[in-house]
């Protein structure tokens, strides 16, 4: 865990416009001063992501919402009581305190207060010193698997970052201060619920449930395809592209009974393969590997949690540990298409889109 010194650092670099690099329950987020629109800019730049995709703006535990956001429906307290501090972002319309920088040039913003305590620090020390809200998307570059350790931020922004082995920070104009809090615990990106139309709608599953939604706003919400917004136009949320999060080895979801002929396959056939399945990994013959491989393992293999939270929280590590295995496949047993694991199932869909690759849910390919 950071120190108190380094929480004040990062918060006195978060007042001169620099990026910081924070952990959160969900995933790390790459954060800068929401009411500073050229600091804003450098996290699109840093990241290479489009200046039309939205950041979600993070908050304290009891900051005064009627500052970022007007017209507060009812479902907010309730949901704020329930789940804030948490994995959950709200959807409101934005007052004038929220520039379009952030919002992509939507009329509405993002809401979320982290739960992790290394969050609620920073945003605390800011606060003393500055606006106190930060705008952080995960701290990834466009459309690659969100980080889940400090480790992971370092591996997308080596140079950039101070203090890293790789350290060239002192020759960049912006370094990005990164805060280690250890492994994020939930792992997936937060449940984003629209609450700026006349009903509620689901833009992104995740650990928070429609169902948890629903029982605590007692009425039904709708998922993003069921609806549209009130001018009638769908809301941009890059996360709801059909490729994102994607590594670069080319994945496949498959199911569990044909998963071991798959990798009988591609075995005879020379090639490395990764796979991310419940069972374990099973015996193999040694396979006739090409020349230049022949030191490296055939078949890399990661046994899953059966839990679906565990799943989540080492979801994208072993997406990141398979992808750096350099197979030429990465094959992953499609978990049950339950209610519970929706958010798991939206993740891997769109992570086998975004290398290309036709599944056997029969998604098109897509772009990375
Ligand atoms: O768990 C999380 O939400 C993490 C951590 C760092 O808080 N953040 C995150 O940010 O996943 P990002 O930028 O990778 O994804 C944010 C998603 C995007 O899909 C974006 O389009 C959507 O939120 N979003 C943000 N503001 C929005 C708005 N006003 N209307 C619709 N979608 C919005
Ligand atoms: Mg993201």
């Given at each position: ?10 918060a ?29 800019k450098?996290?699109f ?7 039309d ?9 009891g ?14 307290a ?39 305590p ?6 605390d020390a800011?606060?003393?010193h500055g ?9 990834n ?14 591996s997308?922004?080596?140079a ?28 997936i ?9 006349k009903?509620?709608?689901l833009?992104?599953?995740?650990a ?23 001018d009638g ?6 996360g ?5 999060y ?33 069972a ?7 396979s ?53 694991w ?13 290398v ?13």
């Amino acid at each position: 865990m950071p120190t108190k010194k380094q929480i004040v650092d990062a918060a006195h670099a978060l007042v001169r416009g620099e990026l910081v690099a924070m952990p959160t329950e969900t995933v790390y987020g790459l954060a800068a001063d929401a009411t500073n629109e050229a600091a804003v800019k450098r996290i699109f730049a840093a990241k290479g992501r489009p200046a039309d995709h939205p950041l979600i703006v993070h908050v304290r535990k009891g900051d005064d919402l009627g500052r970022w956001a007007k017209r507060m429906p009812s479902h907010v307290a309730p949901l704020i009581k329930a789940f804030w501090p948490g994995p959950l972002t709200l959807i409101l319309k934005k007052t004038d305190a929220i520039s379009d920088v952030v919002t992509g040039g939507q009329s509405t913003v993002g809401l979320r207060c982290p739960a992790h305590p290394v969050a609620q620090a920073l945003l605390d020390a800011f606060a003393k010193h500055g606006s106190g809200i930060v705008a952080a998307p995960s701290a990834n570059r466009f459309g690659h698997v969100s980080p889940t350790t400090a480790a992971h931020v370092a591996s997308e922004f080596g140079a950039l970052i101070v203090g890293q082995a790789s350290d060239k920070s002192s020759k960049v104009k912006h370094p990005i201060t990164l805060l280690d809090g250890g492994a994020c615990d939930v792992g997936i990106e937060s449940t984003i619920l629209d609450l700026s139309g006349k009903a509620p709608v689901l833009l992104r599953p995740g650990a928070i449930s429609m169902a948890d939604i629903e029982r605590v706003i007692g009425v039904a919400v709708s998922t993003r395809e069921g609806a549209q917004l009130s001018d009638g136009t769908l809301p941009r949320v890059s996360g709801d592209r059909a490729a994102h999060y994607a590594p670069r080895t080319p994945l496949k979801l498959i199911t569990n009974d044909a998963l071991a002929a798959e990798v009988d396959v591609l075995l005879a056939a020379g090639k490395r393969v990764a796979v991310l399945a419940f069972a374990a990994k099973p015996k193999v013959k040694p396979s006739p590997v090409g020349v230049g491989v022949r030191n490296l393992r055939p078949l890399v293999w990661i046994q899953a949690p059966t839990k679906v939270e565990d799943f989540a929280r080492d979801l994208y590590a072993s997406l990141r540990t398979l992808d750096a295995a350099g197979t030429s496949m990465m094959l992953i047993e499609a978990p049950p298409k339950e209610a519970a694991w929706e958010a798991i199932n939206d993740r891997l869909s769109r992570a086998a889109v975004g290398v290309g690759i036709v599944t056997r849910a029969g998604a098109n390919s897509g772009e990375t």
